[in-house]
């Protein structure tokens, strides 16, 4: 069919294209927008961070090289010498026995009526044999309660014990913890 023509001998214009809803062109246009967005934080990242950080790195490289040309090797090799020194002078300290820390042990852990007349001590076994007196039986039981309660004996044997006119000789080993022989901090 052909269209019709007035009297001018023209043909009516078309009514314009109409989508059915705006939804797609806007679409197109909100990913236009976030690509183009990501686009840019991505090549501000790779061509302007990434330049700074290069630049930083250089930066820092240089100045370790120049700190390093400044100190000699001689003073290197001390200076290493010195740290193995420290670090080995740390390591004894950390394995070394400390006296008074028995002397602690032993302070805190006696009952009253309990003296100590000789106390042999070896470090390696982590024994501690003691020869005391008590005033009577009872105190001496307390005193080996006392020490099965401390948390730095592991055992308690009582070798020996009788009484003499009004006292109670005994003979006691203990068995410790080797908290007992280092300093506190090193606990």
Do not use: C, W
Not at 50 to 56: C, I, T, V
Not at 173 to 182: A, G, I, P, R, S
Request: net charge negative; glycine share 4%; no cysteine.
């Amino acid at each position: 069919m052909l269209p019709q023509t007035t009297n001018n001998n023209r043909v009516p214009p078309l009514p314009p294209e109409v989508l059915p809803s705006g939804a797609p062109k806007k679409f197109l246009i909100f990913s236009f927008v976030v690509f183009l967005g990501f686009f840019m934080i991505y090549a501000g990242l790779t061509f302007g961070y990434n330049a700074f950080l290069n630049k930083s790195i250089d930066s820092m490289q240089n100045e370790l090289d120049s700190l390093n040309a400044q100190i000699t090797p001689e003073e290197q090799d001390n200076l290493t010498a010195l740290y193995s020194q420290i670090y080995n002078i740390k390591d004894l300290l950390l394995k070394h026995v400390y006296g008074s820390t028995l002397f602690s042990f032993l302070e805190n852990n006696t009952q009253k009526q309990v003296v100590y007349n000789n106390v042999v001590v070896s470090v390696k076994d982590r024994k501690i044999v003691i020869e005391g007196t008590a005033a009577t039986y009872d105190d001496l039981v307390e005193q080996l309660t006392i020490y099965e309660a401390s948390p730095d004996v592991e055992r308690v044997l009582l070798e020996s014990s009788n009484a003499q006119e009004d006292i109670v000789k005994f003979k006691v080993t203990l068995t410790v913890t080797k908290k007992v022989f280092l300093s506190q901090t090193q606990t």
